[in-house]
């Protein structure tokens, strides 16, 4: 078994691409399954109750582990013991980072705005039709990291992949869905400040 | 201008790679050429008479330079102050090695026997037409890095890409020319140490 886990500190593209990238691997007959490394945030909770998925298994520590790393490729970032752990691939959209192999092993990263939309383009390039609800997730971590196409790292890959999510997730506007799943996290930053 | 450029001690995968992805890349509307860290070997030689190609430039510093690298994804093995170079894309197929990178980049590693692999496979993802001579040179790569498909390294992958570019590249046997493509590094060995 194969845990497929994001960086620690997760955000929504973390938890999000992580589902969706264990349910990509199933669907191509590798016993796949997403994990954490920490607690999720409010907006990321919103987007799984939302379409019906479970918190993530939490894993504190990655000896003796095979792992799919997404949204990371820094030691720093990955779960502890991260060097005992057996890396089979990295699916990820920062800068390199430091990781490295003993072995050939699958490593993707674009220069796009979230790990979602590269999630999003291997569905398509294995020919793997998408869920509604993993569309629901993808689409949900691409509004996120890119701040509803605002932020500078978005591209046109980014906006092609959520237009389509969107189609496939039934959300007619995208906006207004982004809107209303950026506030989950002002709206705890306002109360918190406000405590 | 960017420079698609493979390993140090370079190979056929290295020299060949470099010029069927700088060709690609040229096709995309990248400015690119390939380029070299050493001197070819006989059987490289070999390969790029046979399918009319010149020996590509050689680089020895990478100082400010734009890199695409092949084949490798280690400092030691790259050019010269790598460090101050800026490497802007990978295609491999080793190990994952210790270059990271200030800013997001596309990195692609796959565990297959031959860089030559993945640069059939990224010629097929863009839907662009392998030219005749560039299938000779990648299906050269692979048949000598998976010694004529027969290193533990080798997958289907490789098997399929390599048929799909004999085909292309007009080899009716893929076997006889890779023992003659083999030969050309055995024969010069035989002379050295016969010297
Ligand atoms: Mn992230
Ligand atoms: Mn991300
Ligand atoms: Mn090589
Ligand atoms: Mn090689």
């Known amino acids: 078994m194969v845990y497929v886990v994001g960086h620690k500190n997760p955000d929504t593209d973390s938890i999000c691409s992580a589902i969706a990238y264990a349910e990509l691997k199933k669907k191509l007959g590798v016993d796949a399954k997403p994990a954490r490394l920490g607690d999720v945030n409010p907006e990321t909770a919103f987007v799984l109750e939302k379409f019906g998925f479970e918190v993530p298994e939490l894993i504190e520590d990655g000896e003796g582990k095979k792992l799919i790393l997404v949204d990371h490729s820094d030691k720093a970032q990955s779960v502890d013991n991260i060097d005992k752990a057996e890396i089979v691939e990295i699916i990820d959209h920062h800068k390199i980072g430091d990781i490295t192999t003993p072995n050939p092993?699958?490593?993707?990263?674009?220069?796009?705005?979230?790990?979602?939309?590269?999630?999003?383009?291997?569905?398509?390039?294995?020919?793997?039709?998408?869920?509604?609800?993993?569309?629901?997730?993808?689409?949900?971590?691409?509004?996120?990291?890119?701040?509803?196409?605002k932020s500078a790292t978005t591209t046109d890959k980014d906006i092609?992949?959520?237009?389509?999510?969107?189609?496939?997730?039934?959300?007619?506007?995208?906006?207004?869905?982004?809107?209303?799943l950026k506030s989950k996290l002002s709206?705890?930053?306002?109360?918190?400040?406000?405590?």
């Open 105 to 149: 092993i699958f490593f993707l990263a674009m220069p796009v705005g979230c790990t979602a939309t590269v999630v999003k383009l291997l569905y398509d390039y294995y020919n793997v039709e998408i869920p509604k609800e993993i569309a629901g997730l993808l689409l949900s971590a691409i509004l996120s990291d890119t701040v509803i196409f």
């Open 187 to 195: 709206d705890v930053e306002k109360l918190t400040a406000e405590e």
């Open 160 to 180: 092609k992949a959520a237009e389509e999510l969107a189609r496939i997730a039934g959300i007619a506007d995208i906006n207004t869905f982004g809107v209303q």
